[in-house]
């Protein structure tokens, strides 16, 4: 056996699943072999175990699957952002300031809004909405009287009017003109309440964004103004005597902008309309970049749809930098900027941990192969070819006995299809069949080289891991679109895993699966993981997944929302954190009352067929009771597995 196949470091598992690639300096593997949570980027000596964690919840009785928010993470994140403008502004010596906006619709729960809205105080950091629902929980959580609220969307009377409500109760409301129409209902309701608007005007770039989400952008794009309704809106302004009310100039060419290329082909286009405006008496104060600042979901530093091939800094520079120059050449002045940053501020801060509950390997099935009387010539020829397996040791001879194989198991099909092959034999020639592609897969193990052929025995041989959550309500991403997400187990990292698999959920739709995952060098079919042991959970962390995955899953099979904790770093803690808060997960009453189920009911029902057995005397009184409170319990219980 080649030695460095029995050697495994900490090295190997970094190589294996690109921890700190993707973690973006929020999480390592420790020597230990458990993953470790660095929650504050400018303490890197302050470091989590994230197997205490799971420890510490078990310990608490919650039960899995559970969503763990790291709050400082988000902190982080927002004061990196703000910092990071602040800085660049300085050095670039640009004379506008940065006034960033959250988008809500990226998380819309209530514990993240309250600590961005926190952390970002200090930098007048605000809010976007696109919905009335999201407009009224920005009126009531960003009161920083500096800070923006940029609404977005497209809007009725109503939306209208809570607007400017909002600037009736001195926010700095800026409501962003998506559909010309929009402008003259709001002209129309801002005269009648007699309130000054703040306005925005949303162009069209004649740029597209690169990833998955650049068909957002362009001519075709699903909202904004064309440069001539902007040239007609600014007219109608003046005519109506509003043409002070314009704010802001927006733009935006798509989510998770993979490519920094396209963010400073924005910036020029967006810089020259600014600048342009400017110089016809338009008196623009923001610009908004709009949103697309990427997260490297994959560690690749590519122009991947999961990655992209540039960091915050070089991001925030092109911007400043793109603005500055292109305004001092137009000899305007420099715009304060606004970006909605939603992606790259809460992605790290949330992580799903689920436990593996069992193993489906296709070869995990034992069946008799002893040989009886009268057998097919093809059960024969596969016990025969099991048999010389034994003393092969080079690579032609597996080769030349997997080809032999492959034939038989097919001409096994073959023959009982056409009815001259019974159950039994066609149960031996599989069972031989993945014995024999397993003892080939370990023994090519010790060879330098293995034939391309040989290599995909791996594949088939892997096996689905089956987690304890669902796809559909955890993972929406990597279901719908593709989306790769970090996924590790978050201990026994030390230890070299060998098993080579896929992720199923408890669904019972073919399509709860995660089989693309991040690989050496492209998306992989399967991820190396470790045996399971008997009497010993086995845990597993879905990172990542604080944008958009915590408010994009559906109720599918009633599952519902997981269970969260809340964790807060805390160094005089001998082990550096501390549970917040729980928000418990949806219970089986809750979910079937928001289906329109109503619970009493169903007990009722349930209570009265248990009450007709008993008078039958199908069922005993005490047994009777016990199968109702039993029941009631399940109502009141957990939606996932125990």
């Known amino acids: 056996m080649n030695n460095k196949q029995n050697q495994w470091s900490i090295d190997d598992a970094e ?10 300096g929020y999480f390592d593997i420790g020597e230990s072999g458990d993953i470790n949570v660095i929650p504050r980027y400018d303490q890197p000596n302050l470091k989590i175990n994230l197997k205490e964690v799971v420890d510490e919840i078990q310990s608490e009785g919650i039960q899995f699957p559970v969503v763990i928010r790291f709050h400082d993470i988000l902190r982080s994140q927002v004061e990196l952002l703000n910092k990071t403008f602040r800085n660049t502004i300085e050095d670039a010596d640009y004379e506008g300031q940065y006034f960033g906006v959250f988008p809500v619709k990226v998380n819309q729960m209530r514990e993240v809004i309250e600590e961005i809205v926190d952390a970002g105080s200090r930098y007048n950091y605000g809010l976007e909405a696109g919905s009335k629902p999201e407009l009224i929980a920005a009126l009531a959580y960003n009161t920083n009287k500096n800070s923006l609220t940029i609404l977005n969307g497209y809007k009725d009377e109503e939306y209208l009017r809570l607007a400017l409500l909002g600037l009736k109760i001195n926010r700095k409301i800026i409501i962003v003109i998506e559909k010309f129409s929009e402008l003259i209902n709001l002209v129309k309701l801002a005269k009648s309440l007699n309130v000054k608007p703040l306005i925005g005007l949303r162009v069209k770039m004649m740029v597209k964004g690169r990833g998955k989400w650049e068909h957002s952008s362009g001519e075709r794009a699903k909202f904004g103004l064309s440069i001539a309704e902007i040239l007609n809106a600014v007219s109608y302004l003046e005519n109506e005597g509003l043409s002070d009310c ?38 623009l104060e923001y610009v908004d970049v709009g949103g697309g600042l990427a997260i490297d979901y994959d560690g690749s530093q590519s122009t991947n749809d999961s990655s992209c091939n540039y960091n915050l800094a070089e991001y925030v520079s092109d911007i400043v930098y793109g603005f500055k120059q292109n305004c001092d050449l137009e000899s305007v002045p420099h715009p304060h900027l606004v970006s909605e940053s939603g992606r790259a501020m809460t992605a790290h801060h949330s992580c799903v941990i689920t436990n593996v509950i069992g193993e489906i390997h296709p070869s995990g099935t034992q069946y008799s192969t002893k040989k009886s009387t009268g057998e097919h010539i093809i059960v024969t020829n596969m016990r025969d070819l099991e048999n010389d397996l034994v003393n092969a040791d080079k690579n032609n001879t597996h080769q030349e006995i997997f080809n032999d194989v492959v034939q038989l198991k097919s001409q096994a099909m073959q023959a009982f299809k056409l009815g001259i092959f019974s159950l039994d034999e066609l149960a031996k020639v599989e069972t031989m069949y993945w014995r024999i592609l397993n003892v080939i897969e370990q023994k090519t193990r010790e060879h330098d080289f293995v034939p391309e052929e040989l290599n995909e025995i791996s594949e088939m041989l892997s096996s689905q891991y089956l987690a304890n959550f669902s796809v559909f309500q955890s993972a929406a991403d990597s279901w719908a679109i593709d989306q790769v997400l970090p996924i590790v187990p978050i201990s026994r990292l030390h230890e070299k895993p060998s098993k080579l698999c896929s992720l199923v959920d408890i669904t019972c739709d073919s399509d709860g699966k995660i089989d693309k995952f991040i690989g050496q060098d492209s998306v992989a079919n399967n991820i190396p993981m470790h045996t399971l042991k008997e009497n010993e959970d086995y845990f597993i962390g879905i990172f990542l997944t604080g944008a958009y995955q915590d408010v994009m899953g559906d109720m599918h099979n009633l599952f519902g929302r997981l269970n969260e904790v809340h964790i807060v770093s805390y160094d005089d803690d001998p082990k550096d954190f501390y549970i917040e808060e729980v928000v418990k997960g949806s219970s089986v009453d809750n979910v079937l009352s928001t289906m329109q189920y109503t619970p009493a009911i169903l007990e009722q029902a349930i209570k009265k067929e248990i009450d007709v057995q008993i008078s039958r005397g199908k069922l005993k009184p005490r047994e009777g009771v016990q199968l109702i409170d039993f029941y009631e319990d399940c109502l009141k219980g957990y939606t996932y597995l125990k």
């Open 246 to 283: 314009i704010k802001l100039l927006h733009f935006h060419i798509g989510s998770q902008l993979t490519d920094i290329r396209a963010i400073k082909e924005a910036v020029q286009e967006a810089s020259l309309v600014y600048s342009k405006l400017v110089k016809l008496g338009v008196p």
């Open 15 to 24: 190589t294996t699943y690109n921890v700190k690639r993707w973690g973006n």
